[in-house]
């Protein structure tokens, strides 16, 4: 089936893929044609590394699911459902995001001028972190699902919110940073596709830290409790293209892999198989963040396969972790130590349940339809108070 965006704006390598989908009935109430704005760095698909993009991948596959007209903006070569519009290819050189995203909300823009398709877009669903500000060129409402911690984005950024930009959160503690933000609109917990994880009440006896590579996740301090334990680390995750990245591996973990004594190992970007192996099989994920994180999607993913989580008290982690029956939230390295020797009283089975009943991606679906409609109803009274 044609996407709403089945043309071409820019040269052919810069087109629009379909993804497997039958056909609709647009008339049908609740129907929504949705674009989905991606982090411009990295492709989007069911093995991406970032929680921006794992989030969009499994949202944007549940609402195409349910019959609604999706088109993702992304990197050329990501993996949709709907309809992928390629905004650019990924970047490969360290420290290019502002030309890469600067190249990415230019193509949507035009994608979007007057006369072209917007007037066929009921909402667009903004994942990238900076594409809201350019909500008064669109003429329709933006939902901007932050990620990020409050400190991650810059001082000035929401000094001007367009009035059809709409702002939701991923957790309460996260929205708590948050409260001052003018159209802040929900909370909408993430959510995971329970049924793609292999639940095994058996484990290994490794440990596994799995994320981006970069020092506010704590990879270091996964491989110096490991030291302390005498147990096998595995790290799985991806050392994107920014050189502080890139120097933190090089100096804070490289050193250490294959070296004598504690075994630590590290798979990079892992396919989706080999990171389902790796969730299902080990003892315990350690979440060792020494941010504040918004959200741990790891952590659902880990207790999915029943695999308990032992993670700093950081953010949002207690209200994705529960203490004492899906893992365990500690507050300092000698705590996390501790803590490995004490998984085998968390019950596997408990941590499914806990993943199935409140990190679903259905779930989490349903709370976006819902939420897509209190956004529209809110900018059609506007509008109507504006006639």
């Known amino acids: 089936m044609p996407g709403i965006f089945a043309i071409r704006t820019e040269p052919a390598s810069q087109e629009i893929r379909m993804g497997n989908r039958s056909l609709v009935n ?3 109430p609740g129907i929504r044609n949705i674009l989905y704005v991606a982090y411009p760095l990295l492709p989007v698909s069911n093995e991406s590394c970032g929680g921006a993009e794992q989030m969009l991948s499994v949202l944007e596959s549940e609402m195409a699911s349910r019959g609604h007209r999706t088109t993702v903006a992304a990197c050329a070569g990501s993996r949709v459902s709907g309809s992928l519009f390629a905004t650019g290819h990924e970047s490969t050189e360290a420290d290019r995001l502002p030309e890469r995203n600067a190249e990415h909300e230019r ?21 990238s972190g900076s594409f809201w500000r350019h909500a008064e060129e669109v003429g329709v409402p933006v939902l901007a699902t932050l990620h990020l911690p409050r400190h991650f984005y810059p001082r000035e950024a929401f000094d001007r919110v367009p009035p059809n930009a709409y702002f939701s959160c991923v957790s309460e503690a996260q929205a708590r940073t948050f409260a001052d933000l003018p159209n802040m609109v929900s909370v909408v917990r993430n959510g995971i596709q329970v049924e793609r994880f292999l639940f095994r009440p058996r484990k290994q006896n490794y440990l596994l830290w799995m994320g981006r590579i970069c020092e506010e996740k704590g990879a270091h301090v996964a491989i110096e409790v490991a030291q302390r334990t005498g147990l096998p680390l595995v ?9 502080y990245h890139q120097n933190y591996y090089n100096e804070r973990i490289r050193p250490y892999l294959g070296k004598n004594g504690v075994k630590v190992s590290f798979f990079e970007t892992p396919t989706l198989d080999k990171k389902l192996k790796l969730l299902a099989n080990a003892r315990a994920l350690l979440v060792p963040s020494l941010v504040d994180e918004t959200s741990s999607l790891v952590s659902m993913e880990a207790m999915a396969c029943g695999t308990p989580v032992i993670a700093f008290r950081r953010g949002a982690i207690p209200e994705v972790v529960i203490d004492g029956v899906t893992g365990r939230i500690v507050d300092t390295v000698d705590q996390m130590v501790e803590a490995i020797w004490s ?7 408990a941590c499914r349940e806990h993943v199935e009943v409140n990190h679903s991606a259905s ?17 059609r009274n506007r509008q109507s108070q504006a006639a």
Do not use: C
């Not at 790290?235 to 050189?243: I, M």
């Open 26 to 28: 647009l008339s049908a």
């Open 343 to 349: 998984t085998s009283d968390i019950n596997p089975y």
């Open 235 to 243: 790290l799985a995750g991806q050392v994107y293209p920014f050189s």
């Open 107 to 127: 193509r949507i823009l035009q994608l979007l001028r007057p006369g072209n398709v917007s007037q066929n877009l009921d909402l667009i669903h903004d994942k």
């Open 363 to 379: 779930r989490m679906a349903t709370d976006y339809e819902n939420l897509y409609d209190r956004v529209l109803s809110i900018s």
